[in-house]
């Protein structure tokens, strides 16, 4: 983290300096149990609980100086109008520095933006890991992308830092604005616009003006990593006066960085040759994530990785020793007994899902293949229909069984009854908790089970608890003892 004084915080983000004036924080958080010896303690107010009523026990684990939104007594504190906004400005003066000090010594830190509906952890992740190898990189934990995680991401970066990766999402117009003002991304990838947040949104045209942002937002001399398979993406090209470099794993003759031969080996895992803009022959990628619709990521990855000066055959090297490296997306998990389970409910939006049932749909092949499917949440007017085409496509695709969860997701269920599934080979249960029992009793030896659901419905620890060894029964443990 870069250090700032106590007097030096409480000018940048124009607050009341209540303590000594030359504290100087080693760490920021935002929660009082992740405070260790040093940290500055951000008293955010949240949805379900106010950081102020935990000041006492940050301090009691180590925080020397609280940011917070109100005087408090006993501790050193400096008081702002916004805890959040503050971090923002906060952290863009973390990312000067860090440029000012690497030009300095000769060098300079590359920011990568990464922003879409779709697949921004599994990009971001996938380019760490690429970059990793060329330099000291810093990229979110898990899928911190708001205004309070991309600050928080910041703060782990220091003079040492040669990359950093951005993860932006957005509920709204001027969100992704504001972030990229905050980093001021070197580089700047727009995976896709999808229907995700489109109720928050107002719809999917205000999706696609609050995405290209990133593309707006660009140093000067940056680049614009443009998905051309997404026509709404395509159309941001207009909107950035940097270099664009496009990708592309559908044939896009102007695709800079192509899939070429794009294909599914036996495991789900995308296969193809690498095509990037420097007149080498392509590089064969064999990646180790699950499902075709990776390869889009992958292609995005390495245009992005490009962009960084990284050589094409480090690059294609990489992607194909990667797996997936944040938990609940396309994690495959084996049981001794047989039973395999691809645990995607980080989220879900209707593109992701569609991809994920094509993905078990291919997979399954002389298997018996289970859909745990709950509501995708955040879809405005547009959710019944949405739910009631992924149930007409779980048929289609002849998913054996279906297990719809909870009460927003109904339509689902009601959809695949209509288009002709019904008896045991489509399920409804109330509660996370009744469909634990439908599957404790009815999975067998060979199924493959996809769980997927938005992230606030659960289904990922359903899949977790699902994915361990079934516990063994009285006749079991008898046999066991004999």
Request: with cysteine; hydrophobic share 45%.
């Amino acid at each position: 983290m870069i250090a700032f004084t106590a007097a030096e915080i409480a000018e940048i983000t124009s607050g009341r300096l209540d303590a000594d004036p030359g504290i100087t924080p080693l760490s920021v958080v935002t929660d009082s149990r992740e405070a260790t010896q040093g940290s500055l303690y951000v008293a955010k107010p949240g949805e379900h609980a106010d950081g102020h009523d935990f000041i006492d026990a940050a301090f009691a684990a180590g925080a020397v100086l609280a940011l917070v939104e109100r005087p408090v007594s006993g501790h050193p504190s400096i008081v702002v109008a916004d805890a959040v906004l503050a971090m923002g400005a906060l952290a863009a003066e973390a990312v000067r520095r860090i440029r000012a000090a690497r030009a300095e010594a000769g060098s300079r830190l590359t920011v990568v933006g990464i922003t879409g509906s779709a697949g921004k952890t599994t990009t971001k992740d996938l380019l760490a890991g690429i970059l990793a190898t060329q330099g000291n990189t810093v990229a979110p934990q898990g899928s911190y992308n708001g205004e309070v995680g991309v600050p928080l991401t910041v703060f782990r970066a220091g003079t040492d830092t040669r990359y950093l990766v951005i993860e932006m999402g957005a509920t709204g117009i001027g969100h992704i604005r504001y972030l990229a003002e905050m980093v001021k991304p070197d580089i700047g990838v727009v995976l896709a616009v999808g229907t995700a947040h489109a109720g928050e949104f107002g719809g999917v045209e205000n999706i696609a003006l609050a995405k290209g942002e990133m593309v707006e937002g660009l140093t000067a001399g940056g680049t614009a990593i443009i998905n051309l398979d997404d026509e709404r993406v395509a159309a941001m090209r207009s909107r950035t006066g940097a270099k664009v470099l496009g990708f592309s794993s559908e044939g896009r003759q102007d695709a800079q960085v192509q899939a070429l031969n794009a294909d599914t080996n036996a495991e789900g895992c995308p296969e193809f040759d690498l095509q990037l803009p420097d007149g080498a022959a392509p590089r064969h990628v064999s990646s180790r994530l699950i499902g075709a619709h990776h390869t889009g990521n992958l292609l995005a990855a390495a245009a992005a990785a490009w962009a960084a000066g990284v050589p094409g055959d480090h690059i294609a090297e990489s992607l194909g020793n990667q797996a997936a490296a944040s938990r609940w997306r396309m994690e495959r998990t084996e049981r001794p007994d047989g039973v395999t389970i691809i645990n995607d409910a980080y989220n879900a939006n209707p593109e992701s899902m569609r991809a994920a049932l094509r993905t078990l749909a291919d997979l399954g092949r002389g298997r018996r293949t289970w859909a745990v499917l709950g509501a995708m949440l955040e879809l405005g007017g547009d959710s019944i229909r949405e739910h009631t085409a992924v149930g007409t496509q779980v048929v289609r695709l002849n998913i054996s069984r279906l297990l719809v969860i909870g009460r927003e997701a109904r339509a689902l269920y009601v959809s695949a009854v209509n288009e002709g599934s019904w008896g045991d080979e489509c399920l409804f249960a109330e509660t996370l908790e009744e469909a634990y029992d439908v599957l404790a009793a009815e999975l067998q030896p060979g199924d493959l089970v996809l769980f997927k659901s938005s992230n606030s419905v659960g289904l990922r620890h359903l899949g977790d608890r699902i994915a361990l060894p079934p516990a063994p029964t009285p006749a079991d443990e008898r046999s066991t003892l004999l």
